[in-house]
Antibody, heavy 122, light 109 residues
Framework: EVQLVESGGGLVKPGGSLRLSCAAS????????MKWVRQAPGKGLEWVGR??????????DSAAPVKGRFTLSRDDSKDTLYLQMNSLKTEDTAVYYC?????????????WGQGTLVTVSS | QAVVTQEPSLTVSPGGTVTLTCGSS?????????PYWFQQKPGQAPRTLIY???DKHSWTPARFSGSLLGGKAALTLSGAQPEDEAEYYC?????????FGGGTTLTVL
């Protein structure tokens, strides 16, 4: 059974940092393309970024509002995806979801974690 | 960053047909934007209905279909059911960077 479990959310002051983790199981994580999506309270979905599998270059892409502040990474030995968030702003307050959406052979999937809440407030 | 536009809200009668659209501020939406459509119900994570314009997952009900229509991506629901009442989001890719639309609240009434 595929499982994605996010952790690391919480309350942080503006300008602070936080690292989110997404522990994966039930599939070959090293072949997975993964993404982060966030949703501010009562608002719509916002794409944060994605990371390809290492066999596809392991490259990352990030949305304009977080570029230069957020970094996606992965540790295939630990089956874990990370989102390092620096210089946090109040507008980064949201539930953050990780998702497994395709693999290195372009087969598409649709598995989501339960989300972790990040609150940026003084 | 590009802006992706969707109808804020639509209403469809049970058994009826409705088309949701997804436009781009940069011009016509093409297959190269790899349009996705997501459904989200209150308190739940999103789930993908359509990817790469018109491809479906095994769980996508046959009544949903995706296409390109008049320079936009489109999601057509034929034979609406009460359980289709939800928020629908499209996602477009701009050279690997994704941008969601603002979402369409679909009411089945």
């Amino acid at each position: 059974e595929v499982q994605l479990v996010e952790s690391g959310g919480g309350l942080v002051k503006p300008g602070g940092s936080l690292r989110l983790s997404c522990a994966a199981s039930g599939f070959t994580f090293s072949d997975a393309w993964m993404k982060w999506v966030r949703q501010a309270p009562g608002k719509g979905l916002e794409w944060v970024g994605r990371i390809k599998s290492k066999s596809n270059g392991g490259t990352t892409d990030s949305a304009a509002p977080v570029k230069g502040r957020f970094t996606l990474s992965r540790d295939d030995s630990k089956d874990t995806l990370y989102l390092q968030m620096n210089s946090l702003k109040t507008e980064d307050t949201a539930v953050y979801y990780c998702a497994y959406y395709r693999d290195s052979t372009a087969i598409h999937y649709d598995y989501w974690g339960q989300g972790t809440l990040v609150t940026v407030s003084s | 960053q590009a802006v992706v536009t969707q109808e804020p809200s639509l209403t469809v009668s049970p058994g009826g047909t409705v088309t949701l659209t997804c436009g781009s501020s940069t011009g016509a939406v093409t297959s190269g934007h790899y349009p996705y459509w997501f459904q989200q119900k209150p308190g739940q994570a999103p789930r993908t209905l359509i990817y790469d314009t018109s491809d479906k997952h095994s769980w996508t009900p046959a009544r949903f279909s995706g296409s390109l229509l008049g320079g936009k991506a489109a999601l057509t629901l034929s034979g609406a059911q009460p359980e289709d009442e939800a928020e629908y989001y499209c996602l477009l890719s701009y050279s690997g960077v994704g941008v969601f639309g603002g979402g369409t609240t679909l009411t089945v009434l």
